[in-house]
């Protein structure tokens, strides 16, 4: 699957988040609690 563009709005601790990968390889990175897992929950749900 390649996303082209993620709008997530109000998916557990994510409130309003749009997202456009580069193309290539992207890294997930960030301080505990702010929404990493969140965000790859959000794209399992897509497929």
Do not use: C, T, W
């Not at 996303?3 to 301080?31: C, D, H, K, M, T």
Request: net charge positive; hydrophobic share 45%.
């Amino acid at each position: 699957m390649k996303l082209e563009r993620l709008q997530i709005q109000q998916f557990r601790n994510l409130q309003n988040v749009s997202l456009v990968p580069a193309a290539g390889l992207n890294v997930i990175y960030g301080v505990n609690g702010s929404g990493k897992s969140s965000l790859l929950e959000a794209i399992h749900y897509l497929g």
